[in-house]
C-alpha cells in the first residue's frame, strides 16, 4: 500500500530534511498503466477516480495527514535491508523493487528554494500513484543546495540502490556529479534549464530558455516578423536568451536589430529603454515589423514594461516574453497588453493544477508538473527493473502534464510549446496551440 504525504506543505518539510530518515512510497495496489507512446493517441488516463472507487483508499481519501513509522518512515539506524543490501522496507521485502532516489534542497537557506523542492517531491508522488506499480520505492535525499551535499547524498542514495536519480535542481549541482562520474553508475534526470550540465547519462527535464526562444521566433516568422529586439539584464542568464534570440533568428532568416542589456540589479532602466526605443523605432522605420523580447517576470516585468512605450517605442512594436510572462499578477499591465508569451498548453497542466490543490490544499510550485512528468516516465520505464539510455532516448517522445516531449542527442528535453497573447480582462488567450505529436513539420 502506500505511505501518505503530508495534505498541507508544512507538514511535509519537517520530516524530509532529517538526515536520519528515508520516505518510502510503495504506490497503488493496482497494475501501472504503461504510457502511451505518443503516435498511438492514447489518453493517460486519470487514476484518481479509480482509487476513489477501490473503497476510498486513494491519496485524497487517505488524507495525506501524517506519515506513520509503519507507512513508510523508518530511523536509518533499523533500515530493513534485502539480501543484497539495499533498503527495504519490511512490507515490500517480498517485493523486486524499482528504487527511485530524488535529491533536493529541501533545507536550502532559500525558503521559495525550498518550497519549490517540497512541491517538487509532491508532484514525483503524484505521478507514482497515478502510473507506478507496487514495486517503486522514492528515497529523497537533501542536497541542501550545495555541490559536496549534492555529491554526498548522491553517492548514499545509489549505495541504497537506487535505480535512477531525479535532481539535482541546480545545474552546479548537477555538474558536480558529473564531475565525479556518478552519471556512469545510473541515469540522472536533472532539473536545471542550463544545457551545459547535460550530456551521457544526464538529462535535463525543465524547459530551456533556448527552446522558449526557437517557439517564439518561429511563431512570429509565421505572422511576417524578420526584425527582432532583445532588451533585459546583463546576467548569465540574458546573455543565454540573447544568444538564442540572434542565433534562432540567423537561422531562420531573420535578424536581431537591436539587443539593450541593463544591470541586473536595476529597477529602472531608463537609459537603457530610451536606447533601445530609439533602436527599434529606427529598424521598424527602415525594415519593417519589429518584435522585442523582454525576457522579466512579476514586479521586475512590471517595471521594465512600462518605460519602452514612455520612451517612445512605437505601439506596433510586438512585444514578447519567456514563460514568466505566465503569471496572472503581470496581465493587467497596460504596457504588456497584445503582447506574445511562450508556455506548455494549458489543458493538461489546468488539470494537474485541480488535481494537485485538491489533494495538498495549495497550488502546485512552478517546476512541479515538470517532476511530476519526470517521475512518471520513469516509473513506467522501470516497470521491467531497470531505465536505459536507449529508451529515454526514444524519439517517438512522451505524453506528459506538460503536453509531448522527448530528450535530445544532447540530454535536453524537447517540447511542443503553446504561444498566448496578454489580453487583459481576459487574462492571456491562446492563439497557438502546442502540437501534439513530432511529426516533422509541426513545431
Keep these: 500500500m502506500t505511505s501518505g504525504l503530508p495534505s498541507r506543505f508544512a507538514r511535509l518539510a519537517p520530516s524530509l530534511v532529517l538526515a536520519s530518515f528515508l520516505l518510502v512510497t510503495a504506490c497503488a495496489t493496482g497494475p501501472a498503466r504503461q504510457p502511451a507512446p505518443i503516435e498511438t493517441g492514447q489518453s493517460r488516463g486519470d487514476r484518481g477516480n479509480d482509487r476513489t472507487d477501490r473503497g476510498n483508499q486513494g491519496v485524497e481519501e487517505e488524507g495525506l495527514d501524517g506519515l506513520h ?3 513508510g518512515i523508518t530511523p536509518a539506524d533499523n533500515v530493513p535491508e534485502a539480501d543484497n543490501g539495499y533498503f527495504t522496507p519490511d512490507f515490500m521485502g517480498d517485493r523486486d523493487l524499482f528504487r527511485i532516489g530524488v535529491l533536493l534542497p529541501f533545507s536550502h537557506p532559500n525558503s521559495g528554494v525550498r518550497a ?7 508532484g514525483i508522488e503524484m505521478a507514482l500513484f497515478d502510473h507506478a506499480g507496487e514495486n517503486m520505492l522514492v528515497l529523497p535525499k ?5 555541490q559536496s551535499q549534492a555529491i554526498a547524498m548522491a553517492e548514499e542514495v545509489l549505495d541504497e540502490g537506487a535505480d535512477v536519480i531525479l535532481g539535482p535542481l541546480f545545474g552546479t549541482n548537477i555538474e558536480a556529479l558529473n564531475r565525479e562520474g556518478l552519471g556512469s553508475e545510473t541515469q540522472i534526470i536533472g532539473f536545471s534549464n542550463d544545457s551545459s550540465v547535460a ?4 538529462w535535463l527535464a525543465s524547459i530551456t530558455p533556448e527552446q522558449e526562444v526557437a517557439a517564439l521566433v518561429s511563431y512570429a516568422m509565421s505572422q511576417g ?4 529586439a532583445y532588451f533585459g539584464p546583463q546576467s548569465d542568464l540574458g546573455q543565454r536568451i540573447e544568444t538564442a534570440l540572434q542565433r534562432e533568428a540567423s537561422r531562420v532568416g531573420g535578424r536581431v536589430a537591436a539587443s539593450g542589456f541593463y544591470p541586473e540589479s536595476t529597477q529602472s532602466p531608463d537609459s537603457e529603454a530610451r536606447y533601445i526605443a530609439n533602436a527599434v523605432n529606427n529598424a521598424q522605420q527602415g525594415g519593417g515589423k519589429v518584435a522585442i523580447l523582454i525576457p522579466e517576470r512579476g514586479t521586475q516585468l512590471r517595471r521594465v514594461g512600462p518605460l519602452l512605450s514612455y520612451y517612445g517605442m512605437s505601439r506596433s512594436v510586438q512585444m514578447m516574453g519567456l514563460s514568466g510572462w505566465d503569471d496572472q499578477s503581470i496581465w493587467r499591465e497596460p504596457s504588456l497588453r497584445g503582447g506574445w508569451f511562450v508556455a506548455p498548453s494549458r489543458d493538461d497542466v489546468q488539470a494537474f493544477n485541480t488535481k494537485f490543490q485538491r489533494i495538498y490544499g495549495t497550488g502546485p510550485s512552478a517546476l512541479a508538473s515538470t517532476a511530476y512528468d519526470a517521475a ?3 516509473s513506467q520505464l522501470g516497470a521491467d527493473g531497470e531505465v536505459t539510455r536507449e529508451e529515454i532516448a526514444s524519439r517517438d517522445g512522451y505524453l506528459g502534464v506538460n503536453g509531448v516531449f522527448r530528450f535530445d542527442g544532447s540530454g535536453t528535453t524537447e517540447r511542443r510549446l503553446s504561444i498566448y497573447e496578454v489580453s487583459g480582462s481576459q487574462g492571456a488567450v491562446e492563439i497557438n496551440k502546442a502540437a501534439q505529436t513530432f511529426d516533422p513539420g509541426t513545431s
Excluded at 116 to 122: R, T
Design 199 to 202: 550530456g551521457g547519462n544526464t
Design 69 to 71: 513509522d509503519d507507512q
Design 225 to 228: 516578423y524578420r526584425q527582432f
Design 376 to 378: 512518471a516516465l520513469v
Design 142 to 146: 537533501d542536497t541542501a543546495g550545495s
Design 116 to 122: 519549490e523542492a517540497e512541491g517538487m517531491l509532491a
